[in-house]
Each structure stands twice: as C-alpha cells, then as structure tokens.
C-alpha cells in the first residue's frame, strides 16, 4: 500500500507525462482512432486535466503546446477529427512551421537586444 504522499508524487508523475503526450498529434491520433474520445469518462478526464494551465502546474511542463492541444480536446469537433491521419499530419506541420519561425524571431529579439547593450554600453563611456 502506498503511503498518500507517495500516491499523490505518483499520480502527479503520471499526470504530467500524459498531459505532455497531448503535444503530439500523432499520439492524439492514436487515440481518436482507438475510440477514447467517445469514452464519456476520457473526455471528462481531459476537463479534469486543465488544472495544469494554473502556473503552479505549468511550470514543470516542458512541452508547453500540449494546454493548446488539452484546450482543443475540449471540443467534440476537434476530437472526431482527430481520426483523420491528415488531421494529425497537418498539426504537426503547423507546429514545427510555429517552431521555425518562433527560433527566427526570438533569435532576432536577441540580437537587437544584444546591439542595443553594447550600443548604451559605448556611449556611456
């Protein structure tokens, strides 16, 4: 028997492993077309799960596109989509498309950032 402490570090184990498998579509689609999305207690369970978008739990999410892909679980359209392999496809299109440009963009931030500090470091002197 496991002490409540130990069940809850478990379950909380579990929780954020699954959550953050909701990041991929292919996993997503998987599941739609094993029928979880129809199990009225797998879709309640997803409502369950989005107490992980309060920052005390998000925090240790390291997949952070998977609240995106929980909050559209919410949707019975988005879920009986999920069955279409292209449906799955195209996601994971998107999300490594939003990667690529979020790397540019961030990279560029940075480096203006970084111009702009030596720049005010410059004319101090």
């Avoid at 959550?19 to 689609?29: D, G």
């Avoid at 799955?88 to 702009?116: C, N, P, T, V």
Wanted: net charge positive.
């Amino acid at each position: 028997v496991l002490s409540d402490d130990t069940g809850n570090r478990l379950r909380f184990q579990l929780e954020l492993e699954f959550v953050q498998c909701l990041a991929n579509p292919n996993y997503l689609n998987f599941l739609a077309q094993r029928g979880y999305f129809k199990d009225k207690a797998f879709v309640n369970y997803l409502k369950y799960l989005l107490y992980w978008k309060e920052p005390e739990y998000a925090k240790y999410l390291k997949y952070p596109q998977c609240l995106h892909m929980l909050e559209l679980l919410q949707y019975e359209h988005f879920r009986k989509e999920l069955v279409n392999a292209q449906c799955a496809k195209f996601i994971d299109e998107q999300q490594i498309l939003h990667w690529q440009h979020y790397s540019r963009k961030r990279m560029r931030l940075q480096q203006a950032l970084a111009e702009q500090q030596q720049q005010n470091n410059t004319s101090v002197k």
